[in-house]
């Protein structure tokens, strides 16, 4: 007998119509700026002897090679330049720069709805790494990265919603000339997203021409320092307890140009740095401290990320590992650290040690990401996309790691627990003369969107469903979507009178 009633509204075509339809941003399952904070690998004694400690190291060993300006500014606040050329820095001095230190800091996008707001333990995770390399997935190898793949990583990212901003992820190695690869990479990145953007400059001679073409993107040199959408990623130090000479004079002229910067140590666990996740962390800690008495030396209250960025190392081979338990715990502790000192940061996760998107980059990639969100970074850097312990950028895998970022922070989200979440009420009426399920209740149709993160592309069909259509590939799709993404014009790109300027004045690599 042929069934003639009407499909039920509450079916399966329209959960997944009430799925498809977008919901207002305070009501989303997952959004920017989420706290965390509920995971602590070190108790209060932990973190207040890394604190004494670091400032232990930068009392008695201090940093070598400040450039002529750099020691002018930091003995001129009360370091002290020794005999043997080192700066050390008294503990009075690095209270001095805390009290002065922005506490909370916006990274403005050129969208506004875009900004970032870092303080206490809100996360946002974003790109970054720099990468050398392409992952091409078809020929299973690595090719030289271009200006039109970060182009393309930049458009990409404007399209994921759970990809909070880019930090440049490759560099543009078909640019030879350093000056034209750093402006065009500026280029490149706004012309692609107008979420917030980081980046580095090779030299203090290419940080001028860059910040005028951001004059020329902004309207104006005034609204470029009321809104700076693009921040320094600064390799002020080298590890271990050097201060990177050039990096800092870029730093320098970074901040009177009113660009936000992120004040990065990358040590490396066993080699640039001590062997031990405490003594990584209490290296790059002492490091960015000297930073931030830096910056503030300058102006007080410049916007400063504290950017420590400790890496683990394999000892059985001296390679760089970013998809490690270890590389969790490191970027959990710095986080902890960022709170203790009441200083917006960052640090890194997500990376793989995968030279391909598969399962290991898989768990690689969530490992850390998950555990920096329940840890409470402020930016989560590298999140998506990188492989080959940085060496190697994939699209294809920052398009996957936007569901797999999403699931992140459902982690981080938690779980809310009040009288209507605990559902006694619902239990009751289900139990009690109902139906025996909560399929297709009022509460459970009116929180499936609010409460739930779908995966965009992650497989949840039966073994039957998935065979009948087709035994859908999860990169395959993926490649697709980078496709569809590509295929349609960039959100954020310039006006033409702007772009014409832009061209007139400066050597675009980048077709119109």
């Known amino acids: 007998m042929t069934d003639l009633s009407p499909p039920r509204s509450g079916g399966r075509a329209a959960r997944r119509a009430a799925r498809a339809s977008a919901l207002p941003d305070h009501m989303r399952p997952v959004r920017p700026g989420m706290s965390g904070g509920t995971y602590k690998p070190l108790s209060q004694t932990d973190i207040e002897n890394i604190h004494h400690t670091a400032l232990d190291a930068l009392e008695q060993i201090g940093l070598a090679d400040a450039p002529p300006s750099g020691v002018e500014i930091l003995t001129g606040a009360g370091a002290i330049l020794g005999d043997d050329g080192r700066i050390r820095i008294p503990r009075a001095l690095v209270e001095d720069a805390l009290a002065k230190a922005?506490?909370?800091?916006?990274?403005?996008?050129?969208?506004?709805?875009?900004?970032?707001?870092?303080?206490?333990?809100?996360?946002?995770?974003?790109?970054?790494?720099a990468a050398v390399s392409m992952v091409d997935i078809d020929g299973r190898n690595y090719r030289d990265s271009t200006l039109q793949d970060l182009f393309d990583a930049a458009r990409i990212v404007e399209r994921l919603d759970n990809i909070h901003f880019l930090q440049r992820p490759i560099v543009a190695r078909d640019v030879a000339d350093m000056l034209e690869m750093d402006y065009n990479t500026v280029y490149a990145c706004c012309a692609g997203t107008l979420k917030h953007i980081g980046t580095s400059f090779s030299a203090p001679e290419t940080v001028a021409p860059s910040i005028e073409m951001l004059h020329m993107i902004a309207g104006g040199e005034d609204k470029w320092r009321a809104r700076p959408f693009m921040s320094n990623s600064n390799c002020f130090v080298v590890p271990p307890m050097k201060f990177a000479t050039e990096a800092?004079?870029?730093?320098?002229?970074?901040?009177?140009?009113?660009?936000?910067?992120?004040?990065?140590?990358?040590?490396?666990?066993?080699?640039?740095?001590?062997?031990?996740?405490?003594?990584?962390?209490?290296?790059?800690?002492?490091e960015c401290l000297a930073g931030l008495v830096y910056v503030n030396a300058i102006v007080p209250g410049h916007p400063a990320i504290f950017g420590t960025w400790p890496f683990g190392l394999d000892l059985r081979s001296g390679a760089m590992t970013g998809g490690s338990g270890e590389q969790a715990l490191l970027t959990a502790g710095c986080a902890q650290m960022h709170q203790f000192y009441g200083i917006p940061g960052g640090a890194a996760a997500g990376i793989s040690d995968s030279k391909l998107p598969d399962m290991q980059a898989g768990w690689e990639a969530m490992c850390s990401n998950v555990t920096a969100g329940l840890a409470g970074l402020n930016m989560v850097y590298e999140a998506a996309g990188m492989h080959a312990s940085l060496l190697g950028f994939c699209h294809e895998s920052l398009i996957l790691g936007d569901d797999l970022i999403g699931q992140a922070q459902r982690c981080v989200r938690g779980i809310e627990v009040n009288e209507e979440t605990m559902a006694l009420d619902q239990i009751r009426d289900v139990c009690m003369g109902g139906p025996g399920h909560y399929l297709g209740t009022s509460q459970t149709l009116a929180r499936m969107q609010s409460d739930y993160v779908y995966p965009q592309l992650g497989d949840r069909t039966s073994p039957k469903?998935?065979?009948?259509?087709?035994?859908?590939?999860?990169?395959?799709?993926?490649?697709?979507?980078?496709?569809m993404y590509l295929s349609e014009p960039s959100k954020a790109q310039f006006d033409p009178a702007v772009d014409a300027q832009i061209r007139q004045t400066f050597n675009i690599y980048l077709p119109r």
């Not at 403005?108 to 900004?115: C, I, L």
């Not at 469903?465 to 496709?483: M, N, Q, S, T, V």
């Open 465 to 483: 469903e998935w065979a009948e259509i087709g035994k859908p590939d999860l990169l395959e799709k993926a490649g697709r979507r980078k496709d």
């Open 102 to 129: 922005a506490r909370e800091i916006t990274l403005f996008g050129r969208d506004p709805a875009h900004d970032l707001h870092l303080s206490g333990t809100r996360v946002h995770y974003g790109t970054a790494g």
């Open 248 to 286: 800092c004079i870029v730093m320098e002229h970074c901040i009177a140009a009113g660009m936000p910067v992120l004040l990065l140590s990358a040590g490396m666990a066993g080699a640039t740095a001590p062997s031990t996740v405490a003594g990584a962390i209490v290296q790059a800690v002492a």
